[in-house]
């Protein structure tokens, strides 16, 4: 199992930028595909972005496309969530997650996850 903390998130003007972090432990981090999810109030798990494990390979949310961009530092064991141009429908907690193999949209493919941290875009 790996632990999984993210850190980052806060209240921002719509049209302003955060850069989320999730520090790993407990496993390889460079074995880990990484994905970032994210939940509104009231709302399910909604897949934001993805980065498999050797980083070349990414997959966004259309929602977030050219806006937001994933990377990881595997010398850091951290995944990063770079967002730009944030609009209030960005609102909300934001999780990172781990699985071996590939990265996936789908959040029932990780097996490990964060607590979470809240983004809150103000209009």
């Known amino acids: 199992q790996v632990q999984l903390v993210e850190s980052g998130g806060g209240l921002v003007q719509a049209g302003g930028s955060l850069r989320l972090s999730c520090a790993a432990s407990?496993?390889?981090?460079?074995?880990?595909?990484m994905g970032w999810f994210r939940r509104a109030p009231g709302k399910v798990h909604e897949f934001v972005a993805t980065i498999g494990r050797s980083g070349r390979n990414t997959a966004y949310a259309d929602s977030v496309k050219g806006r937001f961009t994933v990377s990881r530092d595997d010398a850091r064991n951290t995944a990063y969530l770079q967002m730009s141009s944030l609009n209030p429908e960005d609102t909300g907690v934001y999780y990172c997650?781990?699985?071996?193999?590939?990265?996936?949209?789908?959040?029932?493919?990780?097996?490990?996850w964060g607590q979470g941290t809240q983004v809150t875009v103000s209009s």
């Open positions: 407990g496993r390889t981090f460079s074995m880990l595909a």
């Open positions: 997650a781990a699985r071996g193999l590939f990265g996936s949209v789908w959040p029932r493919d990780y097996d490990s």
